[in-house]
């Protein structure tokens, strides 16, 4: 059964770098034909799409975020990672990690639990 | 891109029945596949409805999504509420980037 699993700071102090990592477990990661992709959700409000990455290091990111964000792939591992650099407290939120299903890059099936990172203002 | 809106909150008790909509505001709700996702406190989220209409295996035929084109809207109805139904539920859908609907929460009581 997939599982997926999100690892890091719980902290991050402002301007510092936020970086994250998902654990996939139960199928390879590696010439998938899944896009691999965070997610977020700040304290009391909406989810949030921050970009994906696909087989290969295919990236795609939030045009709000993108200017700040890395995601990459690592199949040796069988994980992903995120990173976001010169944070804010805006940047407080629940982050997880998800797999869309197969060629498709907007329907997640399965999902992290989640982690939250607090960025203290 | 266009937003989706869901009420914040509904609620319904046990064993009745209970309809969440996801409006879009511009372009055609069926020109991209509606998703509906199920966040509960404690576990991960799961998807309870993808591409409009479809359930995934192990979600119980008491969730059901379809689509009203006049209304530009999807919608999510869960039939037969259980407790355990109580939850936050997110609509999505894709624009020119992933749109997520800004959620609502179901009580059941």
């Known amino acids: 059964q997939l599982q997926l699993q999100e690892s890091g700071p719980g902290l991050v102090k402002p301007s510092e770098t936020l970086s994250l990592t998902c654990s996939v477990s139960g199928d390879s990661i590696s010439h998938s034909r899944h896009y691999y992709t965070w997610i977020r959700q700040p304290p009391g409000k909406g989810l949030e799409w921050i970009g994906n990455?696909?087989?290969?290091?295919?990236?795609s990111y939030n045009p709000s975020l993108k200017s700040r964000l890395t995601i990459s792939i690592d199949t040796s591992e069988n994980q992903f990672s995120l990173k976001l650099t010169s944070v804010t407290a805006a940047d407080t939120a629940v982050y997880y990690c998800?797999?869309?299903?197969?060629?498709?890059?907007?329907?997640?099936?399965?999902w992290g639990r989640g982690t939250l990172v607090t960025v203290p203002s | 891109n266009f937003v989706l809106t869901q009420p914040p909150s509904v609620s319904e008790s046990p064993g009745k029945t209970v309809t969440i909509s996801c409006t879009r505001s511009s372009g055609t709700i069926a020109s991209k596949y509606v998703q509906w996702y199920q966040f509960r406190p404690g576990s991960p989220p799961t998807t309870v409805i993808y591409e409009d209409n479809h359930r995934p295996s192990g979600v119980p035929d008491r969730f059901s999504g379809s689509i009203d084109s006049s209304a530009n809207s999807a919608s999510l109805t869960i039939s037969g509420l259980k407790t355990e139904d109580e939850a936050d539920y997110f609509c999505q859908s894709f624009g020119s980037s992933v749109v997520f609907g800004g959620g609502t929460r179901l009580t059941v009581l």
């Open positions: 990455v696909f087989d290969g290091g295919y990236t």
């Open positions: 998800a797999r869309t299903a197969e060629w498709e890059v907007a329907e997640f099936r399965s």
